[in-house]
C-alpha cells in the first residue's frame, strides 16, 4: 500500500504546459523503464497476498501480531526511505535499480527453502519482512527519480501522461502478483515464491536496457546535509506540504487498515484463505487501474489539488462502510470502489510532487513523499492491530476512517491543498 538525473532537455521537467510539441525522442525506453516497474509491482502483488496468507492463515497469529508482521514488512520506510532519496540523488540511478532487483531475488527464494523444509516461524517472516521493506525502501526513491528522465525523452513536457502510465503499469503489474498469488493454496508458498524471485531477476534484465542516468548535483556534501536540504524542500514549499501530509495520513489510516483489516476480515468474519485476500486484493487493485487509465484517456487534469482531495475524503466514506457488517460479494464492491479513488489520488498526489520538486533534489523530495505514504504504513498496521484487540475489527474501521475526514479538515482549513492546480505547481520548480 500504494513515486537522478536529468541529462536532457532540463527545460522539458519546469514546466507542465501543453504547448511542447515535440515528438518522442525515443518511445521504446520508456518501455524498458515500464517493464522494470512492472517486474517489482508484480513481485509485490505476489508477496503482499502470500505475506498476509501465511501470517494469518498458515500460522494463524492473532490481530497484534498480525500488525506487527506487516508492520515489519513496511518499518524499514520510516528509517531508510529518506536516505534512499538523498542516495539516489547521488548515484547512477540505473545501476543502483539493477542492484536492488538482483538483491530483491534473493529473500523469497531463502523463504521458498524455509518452508519447503518445514522450518516456517513468526519469527522468520519478520527476518524476511524487514529485509524486503529495507530493499523497497531505496529502489522507490531510484525508481521515481528515473521516471522523470527517461519520461522526458518520451513525452517532452507531458510528465502527468509519464506518471499515469507508470502508475497504470504499477497496478497492473501488483494485480497480476495477486491474481497468480491467489493460487497459493493449490501450488504452495514455495512453488510462488520461487516465481516471486524469477520476476525480480527479469527486471534486472529489464532496466539494464536503459542509459545511465549520472546524478545532475555533483557537489561532495554529508548524507545527513543531503536528507536535511530534502526536508527542508518540502517544509518550506506551500504545494509539496499538503500533499506530503495528505499521503502520510493515507499511510497510516489507510494502508494500515487495508494490510490488517482486510486480511482479518477475509479470514476471521468470512472464513476465507488465500484466495479471498486475492479476490479482494484484486478488486482493489482493479479499481486502481481503471481509475488510471480514465485519467489517462481524460488527459490534462487542471484543479489537481481538488481532484485528490476528493479521492481522499471518498477513501474515508469506503473504509466507513466496510466496517458495517455485509455479505463478503459487498465488501468486494466497496473495495473496488476504494480502488478508483485510491488511483485517482496516488496519480494527482505523484504528478504534483515529480513537478514541483527541483531536479537536483527530486529523489529526496520523493522519497519524503514515499515516506509519508508507505512510511505511515508501518505505523497504521501496528496502531490497527492494537485497537482491534482493545475493540473490533469493523469498530476499528469506523475509527480509522473518522480520522482521516478529521484530517482533510484540517488540511482543507490550514493549506492550499484543494486549491493547487496545474498553473500552481510550474513556478515551484523553475
Known sequence: MWPGALAHSKACLLTDQTTDTREPSDPPLFGWYLGG???WFSSIGLQMVLFAWLVTDVLDERAFRVGLAQTALMAPSLLFM???G??????DTRAVLIRLHCAAAIPPLALALIIFSGELRYEWLIVYGLIMGTLSAFAIPARDSLLSTVAAKAFGADIQRAVTMASGVQFMGQLGGIIVAGAAAVTGAPALLALQSVVMISGAVMVRRLPPAPPLDREPSHPLADMRDGVSQVASSPILLPVVLGMFAVGVLYVGSFMVLLPLLVTNYYDGGASGISLVNICFWGGTIIATFA??????????GLIMTCSLSSGAVILFLIGVPAPFWVMCAL????GLGAGTSMTMSRTIVQLAAPPTHRARVLSIFQLGFAGGGPIGAFATGFVVELTSIHQAAWISAGTMVLVLLVLAATTRLVSITSDDVAPATA
Do not use: V
Open 82 to 84: 529518506i536516505f534512499g
Open 335 to 338: 473495495c473496488f470502489i476504494w
Open 295 to 304: 485519467l489517462l484517456r481524460f488527459g490534462h487534469i487542471h484543479r489537481r
Open 37 to 39: 516497474q512492472a517486474t
Open 86 to 91: 538523498a542516495f539516489a540523488d547521488r548515484s
